[in-house]
């Protein structure tokens, strides 16, 4: 179903795991985002999840929101980023996921906004704060488009959450590996037992992500999930480096080091 599935598909067929950088858009300016899209080969990263830059991150720690802070303050909008893909997208071997507050969308008007991330070249999309009784209504629109959409999975959800919460993923579930916010951590918790059992509820491919901060974590995540998804190592090398850039893509490179036969 679309570009992600096939592309996690084709990674588990050939048994090692995927890699999904993430990268807020517009930090520390477009034109950054737009070299590090550039430069990104499909030998370091599968799938791409862009962060649509929004005042009040819901999950997001002190690194990813002090970069959406700025993104917002340089004037970066949801039409940036739109515009910005549009003009990429023939140039992007990867996936393109589009990481998006639910306020966003709403404020679009939500079929709007999936039509327009669609048309602009999004292949995905990941709304954190939605509310399940809202998703149903998107369903239609996002499976018109061959979009994937993954809601997140903590460890504190139960059994009944989950068969509300897996139904209505397209494409992958986002399985964090802990709770709270995101950011960079130097021990990784056990994710095996988490993974194990949302493979008894579906067969959807597990994206792990949340404190996943180097090539020995995506190892350790790709020994049993499909994807490993790494945020604030990323963004966190772009504040501490003169050149954002090629911190970004010197990082991703490292990352991908870890990259290993999967479940």
Known sequence: MGRI????????????GALMPFLTAGYPDLESTERILAGLTPAWADIIELGIPFSDPIADGPIIAA???????????????FDLVR????????????MV????????????????AATAGFDGLIIPDIDLDRV?????????????????VAPTTTDE????????????VYLLARAGLTGVRSELPDIEPQV????????????VGFGISTAEHVSTVLA?????????????????????????LSTIQHLSDGRVPGA
């Open 101 to 116: 507050s639910n306020s966003i969308v709403e404020r679009t008007g939500a079929i709007a906004f999936i039509d327009a």
């Open 67 to 81: 970069s959406m802070h700025e993104a917002l303050v340089s004037g970066i909008r949801p039409g940036d980023v």
């Open 161 to 172: 959450r989950l068969a509300l919460i897996l139904p209505r993923c397209r494409g992958f």
């Open 5 to 16: 599935a096939d592309i996690l598909t084709g990674t588990r067929a050939g048994e090692r």
């Open 196 to 207: 194990r059992r949302l493979r008894q509820h579906t067969n959807l491919p597990i994206a």
């Open 224 to 248: 049993s999930a499909d994807a490993a998804i790494v945020g604030s190592a990323i963004v966190r090398s772009m504040g501490d480096s003169e050149d954002p850039v090629q911190a970004a």
């Open 87 to 98: 003009r990429m997208r023939g140039d992007i071997p990867q996936g393109l996921v589009a």
């Open 136 to 152: 149903d209504a998107l369903l239609p629109s996002i499976d018109a488009h061959d979009l994937a959409f993954s809601l997140l």
